[in-house]
């Protein structure tokens, strides 16, 4: 049994192969540029920003990726054009009304791990993901959570002989 298809492969962007990034409108059953530009790394960050965005609003986003290759198109996966893989359930069990300290603490912490994961060039994550980066900021003080932002600034090419993320 043949799974069945629920929207049509995304069709080669016109003109010269550039990075783009294809979203498909469930709406209007089309496909639409969302960014484009001769180097890969701000049509990936763009994919990831609209992609959260869209998910943030309800929406489950299907993003290609298309780039060049040889002179040639060539596209490519992107964690945004998978479907995001539901939750059993919450990862987080439900506890006391944290207090403001702590919940500024804990929003401190998440943002310096989201930026270390964007360092590295991961800039959509799926929801499983987020609740990976959850888990990581409710159970590790700030320092750990700093040590790891700087490894994966490290990783994604920062500067490896920095000592503070």
Known sequence: MSPVQT?????????????VAMFYE????????????????????????????????????????????????????????????????????PGGEPGKREERLTDRRQQVLMAGLGKAGLY?????????????VDELDETTVRRIAHWLAAAGGGRPGASEA
Do not use: C, I, K, N
């Open 7 to 19: 929207r049509p492969e995304s069709p080669q962007p016109p003109g010269t192969p550039r990075w």
């Open 26 to 93: 469930p709406s209007s059953v089309s496909w639409r540029v969302g960014a484009e530009s001769r180097y890969r790394f701000p049509v990936a960050y763009a994919m990831g920003e609209m992609a959260q965005t869209l998910r943030a609003r309800g929406a489950d986003p299907v993003v290609t990726l298309w780039g060049p290759r040889g002179g040639e198109w060539e596209r490519h996966d992107s964690p945004a054009a998978a479907p995001p893989q539901p939750r059993p359930g919450d990862v987080r069990a």
């Open 124 to 136: 959509d994550l799926a929801p499983d993901d987020l609740a990976a980066v959850q888990a990581v």
